[in-house]
């Protein structure tokens, strides 16, 4: 809801029909070739990428390099009020069962094991990586960004209790008012500053 004060769509982390649902429907075709494909990261991208692949008939192989599906929504959802984002992942992993998509958990993904499978087709979904903004620089004070903060591989150990943070929120989205959160009770005195009505 909270995009809708910055005039975009509503949308769904979950559902990317939300907010456009008088749009076209697309008919799920299963092929008469299926081919093997190859998904490497089993974060919700991969897993809807091996979702849509098995759904259209070919044989799907996730490799995750964690022990755990999920990549960063799996942080997210560790977040206090936030759990419902593990949801997600819960019922990507299901229709993955449902459809036999092969999840192999622990495999790093490299140019030779991709030769040694042979796959037909490999779709990297290895996550986002957040890009410093321009005013970071120098050591006049220490930056991490939300993921650092919350899976606590932040410099340093990230913002202890007593430390002043200031949390700069440029798109106006729950990430800085629930790394806040987190913040706060750990003891850190927190501002946000946002262009976004949050």
């Known amino acids: 809801v909270g995009r ?18 008088d749009g076209p ?9 299926p081919k093997d494909v190859l998904v ?20 799907v192989t996730v490799c995750e390099k964690d022990t755990q599906a999920g990549g960063q929504v799996r942080i997210a959802a560790s977040v206090p009020n936030r759990a419902e984002f593990g949801d997600m992942i819960r019922n990507q992993l299901n229709e993955c069962r449902r459809l036999g998509v092969s999840i192999e958990y622990g495999v790093s993904v490299w140019p030779g094991l991709v030769e040694e499978r042979t796959p037909d087709h490999v779709v990297v979904a290895t ?3 957040p890009s410093r903004p321009w005013w970071v620089g120098g050591d006049v004070v220490r930056v991490a960004d939300v993921r ?35 913040l706060a009770d750990r003891g850190c005195s927190v501002e946000i500053v946002t262009p976004g009505m949050v």
Do not use: Y
């Open 4 to 21: 809708m004060g910055l005039n975009r769509w509503l949308g769904c982390i979950e559902n990317p029909r939300t907010g456009r649902e």
């Open 148 to 182: 650092e903060v919350l899976d606590g591989s932040a410099a340093d150990g990230g913002p202890q209790p007593g430390h002043t943070v200031v949390v700069v929120d440029e798109i106006g989205f729950h990430h800085a008012t629930s790394v806040a959160e987190v």
């Open 40 to 59: 490497v990261g089993a974060g919700p991208a991969g897993l809807q990428a091996a979702i849509a692949a098995a759904r259209n008939g070919h044989r």
């Open 25 to 33: 429907v697309g008919t799920v075709r299963l092929t008469s070739k």
């Open 127 to 129: 996550g986002a990586e």
